[in-house]
């Protein structure tokens, strides 16, 4: 019904910048709240951005606010997230969400639609 595919991860040195994109289809219905969300290898996963389609209102996690970005392009079905000041403690794989529930649009909560992920590895 709905499928999110991801790209433009990769590997980045500490302070760098990376975009990630994610190409959105099926039900817009289904796809009223984006969000990105990341996990690290033994740690659980970790919602660090949302946006509601309607409107552009925004929610971040504390430990990416003011160093990441989200943002949408409705006519291209794209959802992106700007990675700016990027830390080792940033590397995980990233991935898309879609949420299909009106008016509650923020990090913790539930997401129906998943995309496959997208490595991010940041050194030192």
């Known amino acids: 019904q709905v499928r999110l595919v991801e790209s433009g991860g990769g590997s980045v040195q500490a302070g760098g910048s990376l975009r990630l994109s994610c190409a959105a289809s099926?039900?817009?219905?289904?796809?009223?709240?984006m969000g990105w969300f990341r996990q690290a290898p033994g740690k659980e996963r970790e919602g660090i951005a949302t946006?509601?389609?309607?409107?552009?209102?925004?929610d971040y996690a504390d430990s990416v606010k003011g160093r990441f970005t989200i943002s949408q392009d409705n006519a291209k079905n794209t959802l992106y997230l700007q990675m700016n000041s990027l830390k080792p403690e940033d590397t995980a794989m990233y991935y898309c969400a879609a949420r299909d529930v009106f008016g509650l649009c923020g990090v913790g909560h539930d997401f129906s639609y998943w995309g496959q992920g997208s490595q991010v590895t940041v050194s030192s």
């Open positions: 099926g039900s817009s219905f289904s796809r009223v709240c």
């Open positions: 946006i509601y389609r309607i409107g552009g209102l925004t």
